[in-house]
């Protein structure tokens, strides 16, 4: 009795998973979805190349300070 709704399981598992793959498929391959997933990547490429710009102007920032800390530290001597 396990056994058969262990396979029953598995196929309807397998039956979904093949459905999914095809109507996956299916949907990347419209031109409403491309134009999407375009959209979508430029974003994130803009967004990452945002972010990269912000962490070098916290980089020269955190370099600047430290300079001037080490400058002060040494007219202090």
Do not use: P, Q, W
Request: aromatic share 4%.
């Amino acid at each position: 009795m396990i056994h058969k709704i262990l396979v029953t399981k598995k196929a309807l598992f397998f039956l979904g998973g093949a459905a999914a793959a095809i109507i996956g498929s299916k949907a990347l391959k419209s031109e409403t979805s491309r134009k999407l997933c375009v959209k979508g990547l430029a974003a994130g490429m803009k967004l990452r190349d945002e972010a990269i710009e912000t962490l070098h102007n916290i980089k020269e920032e955190a370099a600047d300070i430290y300079h001037d800390a080490k400058k002060k530290a040494k007219e202090t001597e």
